[in-house]
């Protein structure tokens, strides 16, 4: 929720959590509608995780290359990159561009 409540501060763009982008239940874990902005925070990079893996990497790609289809811009950060304000800029930034 902090998470959300920094980029929602920075951008001044209403954020939304776990939104469901098309059709499949695929879902961002976190988005600015509006400017068809996605960021995904991806797990387990250290530990084997699921998106590190074989099948859960090529089930990522599918997912992030029909958002892209679909007009998506999608950011993809570790859970520890989240509170770097690299970050937050970053996501401010794209979103300005759109």
């Known amino acids: 929720m ?3 409540t920094l980029i929602q501060q920075q ?3 209403k954020v939304e959590m776990e939104l469901r982008f098309c059709k499949r ?3 961002f874990d976190y988005a600015i509608p509006e400017k068809l902005v996605a960021v ?3 797990g387990g990079v250290y530990t084997k995780g699921r998106h590190t893996r074989g099948q859960g990497y ?3 790609l599918e997912k992030y290359n029909a958002a892209i289809e ?3 811009v999608v950011l993809r950060y570790t859970p520890g990159q989240r509170f770097y304000s690299k ?3 970053q996501i401010k930034a794209v979103a300005e561009m759109r």
């Open 2 to 4: 902090l998470f959300k």
């Open 11 to 13: 951008t001044g763009l």
């Open 25 to 27: 239940l695929w879902k």
């Open 40 to 42: 995904e925070i991806e």
């Open 58 to 60: 090529v089930k990522d």
């Open 70 to 72: 679909l007009g998506w």
């Open 87 to 89: 970050t937050i800029e």
